[in-house]
């Protein structure tokens, strides 16, 4: 969806617009089949003061909402370094000072385009609202609740009858819940439907995807890059162009890396279930966001989509039953009298993930290289601002948010 959207923000810029994907359509890997939230209320990262003693509990557990496998991998130990500085508590608010920003102007850009365009991608206008059903989550909730509305984000803390009358189906959870905190402004939907609207009304106007053909290799030649090795069926060509964007995911490293251009990005699995509902079930409408299992609960028309969770296992895409069955128990658990047609259907996607979940965005030490990537958690609430901001940036404008663009 990060390629997608700056190729449309690139063309509407008066850019002529190459897209290269190894994949057959648009949005295939991890904007396939994600949480489905436009959510700034999302919008503090895991890197914080409070989550170290979680993670220290949650070590070695095969179910645990967050998984660090140890392997061998210096990218990943490095990114774990640098994890635990972001958790110092003046990070932390820098961090979501910055999320914040760039979410409130994508989660704007996103609602322009969606009008300009007509486009229809199973979208709800409902808020999210986040749950609580541990004492210390809700207290600390409470807190980045004040500092998300000192940043602009109208993120209200609720009492449990409160959450109930938001969202009805949760009744039946009513002797877990301590509470949550609603944000009405953010909204939810089908994050693979829209890169694909996108993608076609972009090919439109004049972008050039070029499907099913793999980068190989960044061809550098002095302070500039030369072009771009790639391979597909019909063998191997050098593209050549102005200027150059990745917009790879987690990928993006991996081909920086040869060019001395080394990011702090690691992919860090989720899981997702989606479930046909039944008619006549009580299935929420409203996105929900339970904090504790690192869960969110869209409703995507008809079905329910239930992702989260992240494992740190370097670039495995295996579906883990114990994860799998982690999601539908947690949903049982919520939604006891959830009525749903035939089996959920499991997938995983691996975030693009920075220490901070602060993206990249701006340009490196070649000057014709920029970078949009690194969205871990948000890739889908901050697409269209990032890709926005990045056609500023290329063109030479000051973007809106005020945001740490990079030069690196
Ligand atoms: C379980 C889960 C739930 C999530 N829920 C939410 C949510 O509710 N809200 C939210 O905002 N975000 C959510 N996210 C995060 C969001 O989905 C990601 O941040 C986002 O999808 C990243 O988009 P991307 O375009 O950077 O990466 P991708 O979608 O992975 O796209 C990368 C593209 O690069 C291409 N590519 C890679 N390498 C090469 C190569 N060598 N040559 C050619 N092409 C290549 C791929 O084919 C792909 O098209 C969730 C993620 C997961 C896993």
């Not at 990114?79 to 990070?91: D, K, Y």
């Not at 299992?293 to 028309?301: A, I, Y």
């Not at 990249?360 to 990032?386: E, K």
Request: net charge neutral; proline share 6%; with cysteine.
């Amino acid at each position: 969806m990060v390629g997608t959207t700056s190729a449309w923000y690139l063309a509407r810029a008066g850019h002529e617009v190459v897209v290269v994907d190894r994949q057959p359509v648009a949005g295939n890997e991890t904007s396939f089949a994600n949480g489905g939230q436009i959510s700034v209320s999302h919008a503090e990262p895991w890197a914080s003061p409070h989550v170290l003693p979680q993670v220290l509990k949650w070590l070695g557990k095969e179910d645990a909402p967050l998984l660090w496998r140890w392997r061998a991998d210096p990218a990943q130990l490095m990114w774990g370094a640098r994890f635990l500085l972001e958790c110092l508590p003046g990070r932390t608010r820098r961090n979501i000072a910055a999320i914040v920003a760039l979410a409130l102007y994508s989660r704007r850009c996103l609602q322009s385009l969606r009008h300009e365009l007509a486009l229809e991608y199973e979208q709800l206008e409902r808020g999210i609202l986040h749950i609580y059903t541990q004492p210390e989550a809700f207290f600390q909730a409470v807190k980045a609740a004040k500092t998300m509305r000192h940043f602009g984000l109208d993120r209200e803390t609720v009492s449990a009858e409160r959450c109930i009358e938001i969202e009805p189906a949760l009744a039946d959870a009513r002797h877990l819940l301590l509470g949550g905190d609603y944000t009405p402004s953010d909204e939810s939907g089908d994050a693979h439907k829209f890169t694909r609207q996108l993608a076609e009304r972009a090919a439109a106007e004049g972008v050039d995807f070029r499907h099913n053909l793999t980068v190989d290799r960044i061809a550098a030649g002095g302070s500039q890059i030369a072009g771009v090795l790639v391979s597909g069926a019909g063998g191997g060509e050098l593209l050549t162009a102005d200027a150059y964007v990745v917009a790879l995911g987690s990928y993006s490293p991996l081909l920086l890396q040869p060019l001395g251009v080394r990011l702090p990005v690691v992919p860090a699995k989720g899981y997702s279930a989606t479930l046909e509902l039944d008619a006549g079930g009580l299935a929420p409408t409203v996105s929900l966001t339970d904090d504790e299992h690192r869960l969110v609960f869209s409703r995507l028309g008809n079905r329910l989509r239930i992702a989260g969770t992240a494992e740190f296992n370097g670039y495995n895409l295996d579906l883990n039953p114990v994860r799998c069955q982690a999601l539908m128990q947690r949903t049982r658990q919520l939604f006891p009298t959830l009525a749903f047609a035939g089996k959920p259907e499991f997938w995983c996607g691996l975030r693009p993930a920075t220490p901070s979940n602060v993206p990249y965005i701006g340009r490196t030490r070649y000057g014709n290289l920029w970078l949009n990537t690194g969205h871990g958690t948000l890739g889908w609430t901050m697409s269209c601002g990032s890709a926005a901001a990045l056609a500023d940036l290329i063109g030479g404008q000051r973007p809106e948010p005020d945001f740490p663009f990079v030069k690196c």
